[in-house]
């Protein structure tokens, strides 16, 4: 076998070598926080209890509700004390579990022991796990595995033909497909022959065609399509039998006859069919073109999926598609339409298609039975160039035939066909059987014919004849073309056929394979002898040529082969190299003989030529190249004797060829910019050569003994091993190929062949053991749609041991080793070649490394110490190597560092650094690099474990107490220095977070993910799984506490969300400024800024700079959150003494620092709840995509298969964890959905499962964090106790503790938690009861809120701790007023606020404080159980309050009333009557009623303020209620009730924070703020006004100047705003009916929002009194005249709804002035109601009467509530005249204002206008006049009214003519008309009234009397009634 060829098919089928380092899994480039590993570490996660997630079950919930309320209705159903029920009640109902030993006098190191035990049983290890990583993009460090070189393939189409037919069916007929590209102008794809004929029909042909193989059967076919685009046809050719006549005459039975009218037309169908058969028997191996048509790939993504196309018209060559035509337009189709019936499918293929074959007709694996109808896979020719190594045997040719021209040519030759042979010799028996049969006929056959164009002398053809080459080629194998005319019609002694020609190619041309166009002429006679070897364009002495010698007939040969170069550079190379091998001189390459002694100028000559090579044919071959030039260096060949040293050249060539690939193969580079072809050479394919020639091709036959090597078992205690992977290249069905095949083929089929093509993942077809490290996907990022053994598996680990090394080398090599000539000659080389090598460094490293990884294999040092591993002279090279480059790197830095350093921002050099320093902390030794080493020499032990080198010379010797411990946690000098790394990686942190740090605020995250990553990473690590292992591990990142602290300001506030807690931040920003201490110490600063560093005075100074006037900027949430759970796993992880003394040395103020920072860490880690996991999940919505989109992307290519190979080298791939698991199975699982159909930004719905799980993770999340917090708040308070000082942070603890109890937790914590509080208030009992007095409610209403958790476990402990809290308050001082006054406003409080606040749970914690009193027995006498007892009653009667209030959650009136109601039941108790006024104010927010928000506020302050009054005299203070009387009227019933009732100074009264200045002060503020939130801006200054000289008396100028801007915003808005405010508006509602219980005849005013319709309270209310009593019972009286209860249906529920008016009498029109002036302090409302004195509403004018009702209500609006009492009634009756005037003079005030107004509104004022002088209607003005002047009235008391009627029409005459006037301005020309219309209309009026308006009553006129009548009878002269 030809040399070439025998190493082609080895670099195909040799096993790959694949180093895996033991450990390298653990560096953090391979973060176990990648999805699948999470979910791996998340199995058996114990779920989490939440109560948030444990609603009460809703439905028989609800109905109880419903039912309560449908049953009470009146408030009053229970009066208030109504103590028997409410205690019987609770007598009753059953306690909570007791916790044991409670009561008992344990010392409190016992129970802290306790705790701490229960604490930190059932932990989770491993905090991370729990964690999601921060999305980073790919991370740097990371070196995706490459993928393993597999066979190319672009987008597959699955095509499978389905039927084809036309109108009729008379013969058999011929189909072929193939794709086109019309812009590229090519066929992309080979032929596909497919047969659809009925058995019928192809019984025709039966004696011509040999039986059918199953392979030529196929009728589905997967084309591949590398380059989709929108111009790529799918091309069917259709055939027929040869028959006599044009092509016109033999498709004209097609164009008439049609299937409809098969009976009518039987006779003549016959006739056809025997026509038919007569040319079948004689002419059936013939064939001629009949059709052909072509489907616009696109069309099918737009109609989806399958092609029916019923009637797809066949193209017999016409119009439209032009290139096509042009292609085609010789095709010999006769010019008109056929109508063709054709079924095809085209979908995606799938990912491994069953019963496939490759285009050689191999099975690829799986084929699980040799008998179904295989689906054929049809070889590309790809459109543009593909740049893929090889991988699999592929050796085709095809010949295609294109045109003949015998017109010149004597004799009869018309019906011409051309005949194809291969052939390995002259004689005619020498016709190969290779090539390929088409459909229904043998597999391969010898010969091929064309197909035959009727009567054509110079015929064009279609053909395309494909052959299977021979492995070797010889000189005597040519193609043979054989020209016949075939005799259509049957005449005598005429034979079939006539051969008229012939002519031939000779297929090897001085040793290279021919190919390409050839333009031949033919001969006339048979070829002499020996005419295979010379070419037919000699010319051959005594030939007869056709046209004399000319060309005459065109073809063109194509081969596609993995063995051809078809490249003369390549040839040359791999010819002189396969010389030297075999030792064949001379070797004749092209003309050239070459003999031994030029060999060598030639060899170099030919190396360095192959820079001219095409890029193609160098990568087809790069494998087999690079192997042969890695060779030249290794064993240098020896000619004529003397060794020829090729390394230098070699190299060159190596780095040449490299840099080219790398120049033009931009889109196959990885994140790192690394080439995939070469990193996956590398990865897989290199091996150490072997360095013998002659040896025989390696294999299981080969020799070589048993060599001892490090077997795999040994490998896995080594901690530095490697374990090589490889698999047999050979199966072990065949084992002994070294047998003596038969021919160069049957070689090549038996090393490739006995293989199959195992596409599949499967190891069964090598035997390899199932859990090989592997895995199952050998390529990690491959996409699923072939795996990568595509020839064979390449890929087991090796078990077989005797074989296997000379599978890999065939011998040991004892010439030069790889590593030391390539540093050798990297270290020499210089000038442009250096520079090449420079460019892609990292390709020569990592051969490097490759081969000394094998060196040391194969000798088996990997075990000897590390000096003797390499020799001396080795390590010098590359020694100078590395410091040549780094010089370089330097030398280069240098001249563009001028430029770097002046960017403006320097956070591109930062990043960059950061990203060096990853990728070195990626190591997976990074922990022992970090480890301090004795002195500079490397650790004896290849890779010392942690524990050794912590034993050997660790920094920290085991007793930490001798070393300063601030050292530790600082970063330090002396920490630098030994934790070198670490070191580096917090001061990067340090310095990017530093809030001073300029511009680096971009890389927050990035350095934040740095730490995090390595962290994370460490957590997994297996190696340190030992919890005193972590410790040690957690030390090394110590001072990353302190680093976090210093951020504390600009962490994202998690808080916030909190209802507006806002962080409690002990210090402010100021006493940050005045820390003069920092983390960052001064040696650092100074070392980062590259100075010598001055040794300072006080090492452990934490000094900060001054940071006054500085605005933090925060960092995000994200990173924020990457933060804390780093800071959370080195509190967690590091030694408890440890931090307890570095706690020691803190000051009060960096304690309190670290507080916020745990207080921040309890609500970054909060649960969210499932609920919220649901909530995100419907907004993440998921679209499937259809088959349609599918095929769009593999015709299309949307994401086209290059930019998929780009966007998966780069990893980008979502996020998938390439490369996290050398393809491990959950690898595969991961991948499934990423079949690469799928765009990659597509979100998935989540399964209920999923969600589950999220919930749960983050369950034990939040949990495993604030247990962390508890430990380390537990590690503080530890401090305090052992140093008896810093008692002042105590209460930053409990505020975290509080802050803890606050979120939302789980029952696991919360019972640690409560354990912890109850050891602190032990501990500490004054301070709870003395000075965090605030904390004290806190505490009380954290615990009452849990006591009424649903979860048993978390009452009975939140039960105990009240208890103990009560029992410790009474202890200190006999009286616990104090927590009894907390806990009743707590539960006020909680009631109040809490919507899903359940009172029967509530209950039974009562019960069980009640049980815990009396079986206290130690506090049996004393007063102590009976005020428990009284304290349980009393929270007991606010609980039955609450019960009410929840019956009335639906109907907020209602609420508002009872919650009032309560709220004056606590007028004794201010504390709980200004809880309760808050709980209104926040009811009322929330139901955006602002004002009455605000009422409650201010009616809070004026509470606060007359208790403060009392306690102290200040002049600046309000004095009680009376200050606010003009904020509002109401507030007066704040005023403190007798004195002897309350004095303020009584324990546990008013103590609460508001009864403080600054409680006083908050409140107001409140108050302003909901002010302005209701638009009433004059009332923010009335507070404004109490306020201003509280603040001024404390000189407060920063709180004034926030006021007087609050101030001016106010008034600059009144302005604005003039003409647009809108308060309330207001109805008088009444309630009739004995359901409406204490409501029944009562009426109210209530205040709606502004612009409420009369339809809308209507509806509402209506609504929900119909909802509550069923809608048939509720009736709304429509009318608003009284209601008469006699007339009513008592089984009704009536309501009465009218609109009402502010009313205002005359005198204080005065004072009312402006919009809010009349809309403010509201208690008299007015409606009207029309009548007549008979009963009608509305009758003639001079009936028409009116009543004015008068409403006054018990308070002013707005009121703390929206609805307030009417508690009087007046009516006032107007007679008809007195209608008629407030009419006329409404009307005139209209005029008056529409002709004022400014800007002028035309369309307005034309509107009254027109209502005014062009009414033509009754009850106008004019009529108005007639009716009541034009008679003065007989009784003298209308008189006046008269008169007042008369003077109202002067003026409004006057306001019309002004009106008219003003219009006149106002109108265009167009309206013109209109005026003089509305003139004329005017002029009438006038003329009309001016008798009228001019009669005077002469009794008017008198001298006036002295007025001796009562005053009020003058302005009230109407009937007048008093209804009180």
């Known amino acids: 076998m030809d040399p070439h060829v025998r190493d082609c098919i080895r670099s195909y089928t040799e096993d790959w070598a694949v180093v895996i380092r033991k450990y390298h899994k653990l560096g953090t480039g391979f973060n176990p926080n990648t999805l699948d590993k999470q979910k791996e570490r998340q199995k058996g996660l114990p779920k989490q209890v939440f109560e948030s ?343 085709l040719l095809y010949i295609y035939p294109q045109s003949l021209n015998f017109a010149n040519r004597q004799g009869s030759a018309r019906n011409i066909t051309v005949k194809v042979q291969f052939m390995y010799g002259e004689d005619p028996s020498n016709a190969m059987p290779v090539i390929f049969g088409k459909s229904s006929c043998s597999e391969f056959s010898k010969e091929a014919y064309t197909a035959v164009v009727y009567h054509n002398r110079s015929p064009d053809f279609h053909e395309e004849i494909k052959v299977k080459l021979p492995a070797t080629l010889t000189d005597h194998h040519h193609l043979l073309f054989t020209f016949y005319h075939v005799s259509c019609q049957q005449k005598q002694n005429t034979p079939l056929e006539t051969p008229v020609g012939y002519t031939w190619i000779p297929m090897l041309q001085n040793g290279r394979l021919k190919t390409g166009q050839f333009c031949l002429p033919v001969s006339l006679e048979k070829p002499p002898q020996a005419y295979s070897v010379l070419s037919p364009e000699v010319p051959l002495p005594g030939m007869k040529w056709v046209d004399n010698h000319k060309g005459v007939f065109n073809v063109e040969v194509v081969a596609v082969s993995s063995i051809h170069t078809q490249d003369p550079y390549l040839d040359k190379f791999f010819a002189l190299v396969n010389a030297l091998d075999e030792h064949m001189f001379p070797v004749r390459i092209g003309d050239m003989r070459i003999m031994e002694n030029n060999l060598e100028n030639e060899l170099k000559s030919s190396i360095s030529a192959l820079s001219s090579s095409q890029l193609e044919p ?148 090598t035997g390899g053991p199932k859990a090989a490290p592997w895995g199952s996907d050998p390529s990690p990022s491959a996409e699923p749609t072939q795996a990568v053994d595509r020839s064979c598996n390449r890929m087991s680990s090796h078990t077989e041991t005797s074989s296997f090394l000379q599978t890999l080398t065939g011998r040991l090599p004892t010439k030069k080793l790889f590593h030391e000539e390539l540093a050798l000659q990297w270290v020499v080389c210089s000038g442009s070649v250096r520079e090449s090598a420079l460019q892609q460094a990292w390709f020569f490293f990592e051969l490097m490394v490759k081969s000394m990884v094998h060196h040391l294999y194969f000798n088996d040092k990997l075990d000897a110490p590390r000096k003797s591993r390499f020799p001396e002279r080795f390590m010098d090279d590359i020694n100078a190597l590395v410091s040549t480059i780094a010089s370089d790197i330097v030398s280069r830095f240098q001249k563009v560092s001028s430029k770097l350093y002046s960017l403006p921002n320097p956070s591109v050099l930062v990043s960059l650094r950061l990203d060096f320093l990853r990728i070195i902390c990626s190591h997976e030794h990074y922990v022992t690099l970090n480890l301090p080493c004795s002195s500079l020499t490397p650790p004896a032990s290849p890779s010392p ?271 998938s964890p390439s490369g996290s698991a050398f393809g491990s199975q959950e690898n595969l699982r991961w991948r499934k959905d990423m079949t690469h159909w799928r765009q990659n930004t597509e979100k998935f719905d989540k399964s209920r499962a999923e969600i589950e799980h999220e919930a749960l993770i983050d369950g034990n999340l939040a949990t495993e964090a604030n247990l962390i917090i508890l430990d380390t708040l537990e590690i503080v308070v530890q401090t305090v106790s052992v140093t008896e000082s810093k008692e002042s942070i105590l209460g930053g603890v409990l505020k975290v503790l509080l802050h803890s109890m606050a979120c939302n937790q789980s029952a696991v914590y919360l019972q640690h938690c409560f354990a912890t509080q109850r050891a602190l208030v032990s501990k500490f009992p004054e301070l709870l009861f003395e000075e965090e007095t605030e904390q004290c409610a806190d505490l009380c209403l954290r615990l009452l809120r849990h006591c009424s958790s649903s979860i048993g476990t978390i009452r009975s402990h939140a039960s105990a701790s009240l208890y103990l809290l009560m029992r410790q308050n009474f202890e200190i001082g006999n009286n616990f007023a104090r927590v009894k006054m907390q806990v009743t406003m707590s539960l006020s409080s909680l009631v109040g606020t809490s919507q899903n606040f359940n009172e029967e749970f509530l209950r039974r914690s009562l019960k069980t404080i009640l049980t815990y009193a009396e079986e206290d027995l130690e506090l049996r006498e004393t007063t102590f159980p009976d005020q428990v007892q009284d304290l349980v009653f009393n929270l007991h009667m606010i609980l039955s309050d609450t019960v009410k209030m929840k019956e009335h959650q639906e109907d907020p009136e209602m609420l508002i009333d009872l919650m009032y109601r309560i709220a004056k039941g606590y007028q004794t108790s201010p504390d709980l009557r200004l809880t309760w006024l808050q709980n209104m104010a926040g009811k009322h927010s929330e139901r955006s009623n602002h004002a009455e928000a605000a009422q409650c506020l201010v009616h809070s302050a004026a509470l606060v303020a007359e208790y403060l009054s009392m306690l102290e005299d200040r002049k600046y203070l309000p004095v009680g209620c009376v200050t606010f009387q003009n904020i509002s009227s109401n507030v007066l019933e704040e005023s403190a009730v007798s004195d002897d009732v309350v004095s303020p100074d009584e324990e546990g009264i008013c103590s609460g924070k508001y009864f403080t200045e600054s409680g006083l002060v908050g409140l107001l503020e409140q108050a302003a703020a909901s002010f302005s939130m209701a638009g009433m801006y004059e009332a923010v200054n009335e507070v404004y006004k109490v306020l201003i000289p509280i603040h001024e008396a404390n000189r407060d100028a920063k709180k004034l100047s926030t006021i007087h801007g609050k101030l001016q915003e106010a008034f600059s808005k009144i302005v604005h705003q003039d003409g647009k405010r809108m308060f309330g508006t207001y109805f008088r509602v009444g309630f009739y009916g004995t359901k409406f219980g204490d ?176 009414t033509t209607v009754n009850q106008g003005p004019l009529e108005v006049a007639q009716v009541f002047l034009s008679e003065i009235p007989s009784d003298p008391k209308l008189f006046r009214h008269h008169n007042k009627l008369r003077l109202c029409f002067k003026d409004f005459t006057k306001r019309c003519e002004d009106a008219l006037r003003k219009n006149k301005s106002l109108i265009g020309p167009d309206q013109k008309e209109y005026q003089r219309e509305l003139e004329r209309n005017y002029h009438r009026l006038k003329e009309a009234l001016q008798p009228l308006i001019n009669r005077k009553i002469p009794q008017l006129y008198k001298a006036v009397l002295p007025v001796t009548c009562h005053r009020d009878s003058f302005s009230r002269m109407s009937l007048r009634k008093m209804d009180l």
């Open 945 to 1215: 474990s942690v524990s050794s080198a912590a034993s050997q010379s660790s920094g920290f010797s085991t007793n930490v107490q001798d070393q300063k411990i601030a050292n530790m946690f600082e970063l330090s000098v002396p920490f630098r220095q030994q934790h070198y790394l670490a070191g580096l990686v917090l001061t990067e942190l340090a310095i990017i977070l530093d809030p001073d740090a300029e511009g680096l605020f971009g890389l927050h995250k990035k350095v934040i993910n740095m730490v995090h990553n390595l962290l994370s990473s460490h957590d997994s690590d297996p190696r340190y799984s030992d919890p005193q292992t972590k410790a040690r591990v957690a030390m090394l990142y110590l001072p990353l506490i302190g680093v976090i602290m210093e951020t504390v300001p600009q962490l994202h506030d998690f808080t916030e969300t909190h209802n507006q807690r806002g962080r409690p931040m002990c210090i402010a920003t100021d006493d940050y400024e005045s820390d003069s201490g920092t983390m960052i110490s001064q040696t650092v600063a100074m070392a980062i800024a590259g100075t010598s560093v001055p040794q300072l005075t006080r090492p452990g100074s934490f000094l900060l700079t001054s940071t006054s006037g500085r605005q933090h900027s925060a960092f995000s949430a994200e990173s924020s959150r990457s933060l804390l759970i780093c800071l959370l796993w080195v509190l967690k992880n590091a030694d408890e003494t440890v931090l307890q003394k570095w706690f020691m040395d803190l000051s009060v103020l960096q304690l309190n620092r670290l507080l916020d920072l745990l207080y921040l860490c309890v609500s970054c880690f909060e649960y969210k709840g499932k609920k919220v996991f649901e909530r995100m999940n419907s907004l993440t919505f998921k679209k499937s995509k259809d088959m349609r989109a599918k095929l769009e992307e593999a015709i299309l290519g949307s994401i086209g298969a290059r930019q998929e190979m780009v966007r998966r080298s780069r990893g980008q791939l979502e996020r």
């Open 618 to 765: 160098v990568v087809r071959f790069l494998h087999l190249l690079l192997d042969k030039l890695i060779l030249l260096v290794v064993r240098p060949p020896v000619i004529a004797g003397q060794i020829v040293n090729l390394g230098q050249a070699s190299f060159e060539a190596m780095a040449s060829i490299i840099n080219r690939l790398h120049k033009n193969l931009e889109g196959s580079h990885d994140q790192h910019g690394r080439n995939s072809l070469l990193s996956s050479y590398i990865h897989y394919v290199f091996r150490l050569p072997n360095t013998y020639p002659n040896s025989p091709s390696p294999g299981p036959g080969g020799l070589g003994g048993s060599v001892h090597y490090a077997t795999m078992a040994r490998s896995a205690v080594r901690p530095a091993s490697l374990n090589l992977n490889r698999s047999r290249s050979l199966s072990n069905s065949n084992p002994d190929i070294s047998g003596t095949p038969t021919s160069p083929d049957d070689e090549v089929r038996s090393i490739i062949g006995s293989k199959g093509l195992d596409r599949s993942n499967s190891w069964v077809n």
């Open 1639 to 1814: 409501l029944d005849e009562q009426e109210f005013v209530y205040k709606e929002p502004a612009i409420t319709k009369l339809a809308e309270i209507s509806h509402r209310l209506e609504g929900f009194y119909g909802e509550r009593f069923g809608e048939d019972v509720v009736e709304v009286i429509k009318d608003s005249n009284p209601v008469d209860k006699c007339k009513l249906d008592p089984n009704k529920a009536y309501i009465q709804i009218t609109y009402v008016e502010p009313y205002f009498d005359t005198y204080e029109m005065k004072d009312r002035i402006t919009y809010f002036d009349k809309n403010y302090n509201l208690r008299r409302f007015m409606y009207c109601t029309p009548f007549t004195l008979d009963g009608r509403a509305h009758g003639e004018l001079h009936e028409q009467f009116k009543r004015k009702t008068i409403l006054t209500t018990s308070h002013a609006f707005p009121y703390i509530k929206t609805r307030v009492n009417v508690t009087h009634k007046e009516e006032i009756i107007l007679t008809p005249i007195e209608v008629a005037i407030e009419d006329m003079q409404k009307k005139t005030q209209e005029l008056a204002f529409a002709t004022h107004q400014d800007p002028a509104d035309p369309k307005m004022l034309q509107m009254v206008l027109q209502g005014s002088v062009g």
């Open 53 to 395: 997630d444990e609603a009460p079950d809703g439905a028989s919930y609800q109905d109880d509700q419903d039912d309560l309320k449908r049953r009470s209705m009146s408030i009053d159903d229970t009066p208030r004390g109504s103590w028997a029920c409410s205690i019987f009640d609770l007598k009753n109902s059953l306690p909570d579990a007791l916790l044991p030993n409670l009561l008992d006098r344990t010392p409190n190191e016992e129970i802290d022991r306790q705790n701490d035990d229960q604490r930190k049983s059932n932990r989770h290890k491993e905090l991370f796990a729990l964690h999601p990583s921060p999305d980073e993009e790919e991370s740097i460090e990371r070196l995706s595995v490459p993928d393993a070189p597999k066979e190319h393939f672009g987008q597959r189409l699955l095509v499978k033909c389905l039927s084809l037919k036309f109108e009729i069916e008379i013969e058999p007929i011929f189909a072929s497909l193939a794709l086109y590209d019309v812009k590229e102008k090519k066929k992309i794809s080979e032929n596909f022959y497919f047969d659809l004929n009925s058995e019928q029909m192809k019984g025709l042909l039966r004696p011509h065609v040999p039986p059918a193989a199953i392979t030529t059967l196929a009728r589905s076919a997967i084309f591949s399509i590398t380059y989709p685009s929108q111009d790529v046809f799918l091309v069917i050719k259709l055939e027929k039998v040869l028959q006599q006549g044009d092509i016109g005459e033999c498709a004209e039975p097609y164009m008439i006859f049609k299937e409809a009218d098969a009976s009518k037309n039987k006779e003549k169908l016959e006739k056809l069919k025997s026509q038919a058969d007569q040319f079948c028997q004689r002419l059936g191996k013939y064939r001629m073109p009949f059709a052909w048509t072509a489907i616009h790939l696109m069309n099918i993504v737009s109609s989806a999926g399958s092609l029916e196309r019923d009637s797809t018209e066949v193209e017999i060559s016409t119009g439209g598609k032009s290139v096509l035509y042009k292609m085609f337009l010789n095709f010999s189709f006769f010019s008109d339409r056929l109508v063709l019936f054709l079924k095809i499918d085209i979908s995606p293929a799938p990912e491994n298609p069953h019963y496939c074959l490759t285009p050689e007709l191999l099975q690829v694996k799986l084929y699980p039975d040799s008998r179904v109808r295989p689906t054929r896979e049809i070889l590309e020719f790809p459109a543009r160039d593909v740049y893929v190594p090889n991988t699999t045997y592929r050796n």
